[in-house]
């Protein structure tokens, strides 16, 4: 068997996830002739058919399936090599500025970026602590760990993982749930932005509390949690990782979004951006079983 070409392995990737050799074309920026012919030197080369060809669609064969597994393996070890060789260019200079919440920042961010420009220290970097989304295509930030399940079109990034929800007291408020959890007594803390009404996991578990405290910001519902002040529901890598909080068995626990490591479309090509926004998924994603609550 000849050798197989990394661009024909590129071009076969590109047709299996956008299902046609006219989509794939557009996304690679070529002509759909390109496509055909690198998917049909692929095949020459295998001396195996990898799509049946219809007018308006290609679909995968059984091999096709079999290979694609190893074919984006070896796109992975491109990339980074790729981001190996870009790390040595003068792109890996300048100024860089990454957004976030302030307690995401505290719990995620920081060790990361810690741990970036040692490797990388000729890049300034800018942390901006903010609890609104900034607008990247007005480029207030060149980089945003995100809440959410719908990105915007105009930003790519990664999912690192799906954000994981608890409720969290004191170990004196958790005992008292636990004798009585019917009480009345029992306070809960929760965002300003309710108003005055009183989020589900407060109607089905604290149904009978009379007293509910808000705070403006993650970091402030934190706090007043820690002294005890109330119950209140916690992204797991706050609550979690805090000594002085446990988590208290409730029926109900509101659903997280999908945190994500976004930049704007047309920054995919900057290589800082690039580095980093891949340095970030990479690091987090060793903290996926703590982000979705899943500890032992």
Known sequence: MHTLDWDDIRHFIEVVQSGSATQAAARL???????????????SRLGKTLFERSSNRWVITPLGERIIGYAESMAEDANNIERQIMADSLELSGSLRITAADHCIEKLIAPVISKFIKRYPEINLEVLASPDELNLAAREADI???????????????????????????QE???????????????????????????????????????????????AILSLAREGMGVAQLACILGDTEPLLQRIPTKHVEPGTGLWVLSHVDLRTTARVRILRDFIVEELGQKRDLIEGRHS
């Open 29 to 43: 920026g070529v002509n759909h002739s390109t496509v055909y012919r690198r998917i049909s030197a692929l095949e």
């Open 173 to 219: 408020l958790a005992s008292q749930v636990k004798l009585n959890p019917d009480a009345d007594d029992i306070p809960c803390i929760t965002w300003i932005g309710d108003g005055h009404s009183r989020p589900q996991w407060i109607e089905k578990d604290f149904s009978n509390s009379h007293h509910i405290y808000r705070a403006s910001s993650m970091s």
């Open 144 to 170: 945003a760990l995100r809440g959410t399940n719908e990105p915007p079109p105009n930003l790519v990034g990664k999912c690192i993982a799906h954000i994981g929800y608890a409720i969290y007291g004191t």
